[in-house]
């Protein structure tokens, strides 16, 4: 047994759990905060059996949309104009986790 933790954009999320739910996935939705994704982001818990991992992914990422974000005052050390000019960086559509679980129970 396996827990699958999905931190994703709060855009993608009824999406992610429309399919997911539909092929039978069972999950555990949190609301949650952090420096991932600027425009809020939701953590999706997914205890399967392992075989079924990568099929959670193929489908997770069929229905998540990676953006380019446009970003403005970049840090660096290197001086000079260009740090003034907006800077346009990939933003994945998801960041997963696969952790063991020693017992699963349900009560």
Same mark, same amino acid.
Do not use: C, W
């Given at each position: 047994?396996?827990?699958?933790?999905? %931190? =994703?954009?709060?855009?993608?999320?009824? &999406?992610?759990? #429309?399919?997911?739910?539909?092929?039978?996935?069972?999950? *555990? @939705?949190?609301?949650?905060?952090?420096?991932?994704?600027?425009?809020?982001?939701?953590? %999706? =818990?997914?205890?399967?059996?392992?075989? &079924?991992?990568? #099929?959670?992914?193929?489908?997770?990422?069929?229905?998540? *949309? @990676?953006?380019?974000?446009?970003?403005?005052?970049?840090?660096?050390?290197?001086?000079?104009? =260009?740090?003034?000019?907006?800077?346009?960086?990939?933003?994945?559509?998801?960041?997963?986790?696969?952790?063991?679980?020693?017992?699963?129970?349900?009560?």
């Amino acid at each position: 047994m396996k827990l699958v933790i999905v %931190i =994703l954009s709060n855009k993608d999320v009824p &999406k992610v759990l #429309a399919q997911t739910s539909a092929h039978g996935y069972f999950s *555990t @939705k949190i609301s949650t905060s952090g420096q991932f994704l600027e425009n809020g982001n939701t953590t %999706i =818990l997914f205890g399967i059996e392992e075989e &079924k991992i990568d #099929a959670l992914f193929e489908l997770i990422e069929k229905n998540i *949309t @990676k953006r380019i974000k446009k970003q403005l005052k970049v840090q660096s050390t290197v001086e000079g104009s =260009l740090l003034n000019e907006p800077v346009y960086v990939d933003e994945y559509g998801a960041v997963a986790f696969v952790i063991d679980v020693e017992q699963f129970r349900k009560l």
